[in-house]
Nanobody, 116 residues
């Protein structure tokens, strides 16, 4: 089992910055990738950014150039640095861990609200 705990959400003005953190515990092995997804009210959950075990990154077009995903493997933590935030970035942000074993895990989510 894997447990993921997100932190760092909050209220920020448009144009501002924030960093989300996700720390994993438990059976943290055979990791395929970790990533961030978000879900706005009335919308489906969507991919924001992922980082593989080898460090390869992938971003949604809507956040490219503004968000940066990174990791600290020693701390079992993945980060999402968010700059130039827009009101449309408002959502609950979820951390996901996907394992090569075929299972995946989600965190409980952290709310980001960007005011205009």
């Amino acid at each position: 089992q894997v447990q993921l705990v997100e932190s760092g959400g909050g209220l920020v003005q448009a144009g501002g910055s924030l960093r989300l953190s996700c720390t994993g515990s438990g059976t943290m092995f055979s990791i395929n990738y970790m990533g961030w997804y978000r879900q706005a009210p009335g919308k489906q959950r969507e991919l924001v950014a992922t980082i593989t075990s080898r460090g390869s990154t992938n971003y949604a077009d809507s956040v490219k150039g503004r968000f940066t995903i990174s990791r600290d493997t020693a701390k079992n933590t993945v980060y999402l640095q968010m700059n130039s935030l827009k009101p449309e970035d408002t959502a609950v942000y979820y951390c996901k861990l996907d394992r090569l074993l075929g299972d995946h895990y989600w965190g409980q989510g952290t709310q980001l609200t960007v005011s205009s």
